[in-house]
């Protein structure tokens, strides 16, 4: 048997057993009990209880599931009319639903553990609960979830289990639940005076000083690269009248992820909307002009804010928001320029995620059932990134994820992993034939004839927000020089040092460094405890010594030893060369 195989057996057996205990413990006729998958280092079960579970709850679980297990009851497959399975299950509310939604000649199976619990389930499962003696588990969390997902449906109770093979192997994934939150921005970030968020917006954060700091020291990176390569930044209006969307083809598909504004009209015609993409932007600025061969490509960026509708409980720090800014960039190319274009796009990609120490892969998502346009030029779109993905990997060396296109286009999305090898969604490639011909897109060939242009859509970070957070937690707020909110802080250690210190402050403004200083009259031990606090990389000390010899004394982030009597024009040098060259470790020698 596979390992992932293997797991899927023992987590989703477990969550039978987990299912089991419950019931015994809050009796059958108090119980309804609706699904229990396993997921990804575990399993959960949603219930219906007679109260709320605690904390307090959790040991009562497991000591109840090792009992069950203890037991070693044997598991009785078993194969019923759908008839026989609404008999079976006419007390559970949840289970009646799924079995009624069933074909009439549906083949429906039950498994039995011992004579007392039976659940829906195609399987597979242990043919006796001892085999699960050895799996090490914990209840790790209860929330509330709705049935099917639905805020209009039963509210349910979730109890996570996280589970494994051995009790080695989960006290290896607790230690990496510790070190995670540990790292968990929605912590480091106010800590860190990054950001803020506030119930009047909910899922649109506010940049405070040092987080804005650090979010243009990002954007100014972006911008330069994009400049080498060729892009034209632009900014659009955030609020658009419907017509436009419903050109697009949002309107239809992504109307109800849109903060949407009713006219005077009571007629859609006259609604306006917050867009939740930038492209119509860009297509705009395209058709500004007549356009030829020569202007292409036409590669036009923006970083506009950006909303997008979502429920309250999907909301998640900087991960998951309302209002955010999305690196977008929309290229306009002729169809020979495709995958020379599209290569340009990973040649960003890697450079811009290199700076980072980070990996990535591609995955190629194809034709969803609510495409549109036809289906040969989906056909030809999708083998286009295909040769262009083998070319560039190789056959073989990327993911293919069926039907999770655009409804415009196939698109390669950009997958990273991060200092915990978490994996995360980040830049996405979308070919797009659909809105040039929506908007009536032409250039003038250069045959003389007038051709359609196939649009790009293309993200490096996707959200910037998102992006940030992924990077707070990577690095645990300990930033890279050069994207530091603040990059050196200087220490008087007395008020009479403050004129030199303010000589050291201007040296270092004057090379574009970002610093801050603190010449009040009290103790230089707290100045240096705040900075350390914030992460500064650098916390300068300046006092009669280094003042008389014009240097400084420097201590580096995560070091404990001090570097002395380090000129000042070299402090300027060391912090120059980490913010030109985005250097992924400070320096931490004057030689």
């Known amino acids: 048997m596979e390992k992932e195989e293997f797991l899927a057996v023992y987590r989703h057996s477990l969550a039978h057993i987990l299912a089991k205990a419950v019931i015994e413990l809050f009796g059958k006729e108090n119980v309804q009990y609706a699904i229990g998958p396993q997921i990804e280092n575990g399993l959960y079960y949603d219930f219906v209880l007679p109260r709320t579970l605690n904390n307090d709850d959790y040991k009562t679980i497991e000591d109840k599931m090792h009992e069950v297990i203890r037991r070693r009851e044997p598991w009785t497959r078993k194969v019923v009319s759908k008839a026989e399975a609404l008999e079976i299950f006419k007390d559970q509310k949840f289970k009646t639903e799924l079995i009624e939604e069933l074909p009439e000649d549906e083949t429906i199976t039950l498994y039995y553990t011992g004579d007392d619990y039976v659940d829906l389930c195609r399987g597979p499962h242990v043919e006796n609960s001892q085999e699960l003696m050895n799996v090490a588990f914990e209840v790790r969390s209860i ?34 639940l510790r070190e995670a939150a540990e790292r968990d921005h929605k912590k480091l970030g106010p800590q860190l005076e990054l950001f803020m968020f506030d119930e009047s917006a909910p899922g649109m954060p506010y940049w ?71 492209c119509p932007n860009a297509i705009l600025v395209y058709k500004k002009h007549l356009r030829s061969y020569r202007d292409l490509p036409f590669r036009i960026n923006q970083v506009d804010v950006i909303h997008r509708k979502e429920k309250s409980g999907e909301l998640n720090g900087l991960f998951r928001v309302q209002m955010f800014r999305q690196d977008d960039a929309h290229i306009l190319v002729a169809e020979e320029q495709i995958a020379s274009e599209i290569k340009d796009i990973m040649s960003i990609a890697t450079q811009i995620y290199g700076t980072f120490g980070l990996t990535y892969k591609a995955e190629l998502s194809t034709r969803p059932d609510d495409y549109m346009g036809d289906i ?16 560039v990997y190789g056959p073989g060396n990327y993911e293919v994820n069926e039907g999770d296109g655009a409804f415009y286009g196939p ?181």
Request: aromatic share 10%; net charge neutral.
């Open 143 to 176: 929330s509330g979830a709705y049935w099917r997902g639905d805020e209009n449906r039963d509210q349910l109770q979730r109890i996570y289990v996280t589970a494994f093979p051995d009790k080695q192997q989960l006290k290896e994934y607790k230690k990496l």
């Open 376 to 391: 040969k030029v989906w056909d030809k779109a999708e083998k286009d990134l295909k040769d262009i993905l083998d070319d």
């Open 411 to 591: 698109k390669i999305d950009l997958k990273m992993k991060d200092a915990l090898g978490r994996e995360w969604q980040m830049g996405t490639i979308q070919l797009d034939f659909q809105l040039p011909l929506n908007f009536d897109m032409k250039y003038a060939a250069q045959d003389g004839s007038v051709k359609q242009p196939v649009m790009i859509h293309r993200a490096i970070f996707g959200s910037m927000e998102r992006f940030i957070g992924i990077l707070i937690e990577n690095y645990k707020g300990a930033f890279p020089f050069w994207l530091s909110p603040y990059q050196v802080a200087v220490v008087p250690i007395r008020p009479e040092h403050n004129d030199y210190a303010k000589k050291v402050v201007n040296a270092l403004k004057n090379a574009g460094i970002r610093v801050e200083v603190d010449y009040a009259d009290k103790n230089m031990n707290e100045k240096i405890k705040t900075y350390k606090t914030f992460k500064d990389p650098y916390i300068v000390v300046v006092g009669d010594q280094e003042a008389s010899s014009d240097t400084v004394s420097i201590t580096v982030r995560g070091q404990k030893q001090q570097l002395h009597n380090v000129p000042l024009d070299q402090l300027v040098a060391m912090c120059t060369k980490m913010d030109r060259e985005h250097l992924k470790e400070l320096i931490d020698t004057a030689e």
């Open 208 to 278: 405070l000083p040092r987080g804005w700091k650090m979010f243009n020291a990002l954007l100014n990176f972006w911008r330069g690269i994009h400049e080498d390569h060729g892009y034209q930044e632009i900014s659009g209006p955030v609020l658009s009248n419907s017509k436009l969307w419903q050109t697009s083809g949002h309107w239809g598909h992504y109307k109800e992820n849109m903060f949407i504004i009713p006219g005077v009209k009571e007629d859609e015609s006259d609604y306006y909307a917050c867009k939740p993409m930038n």
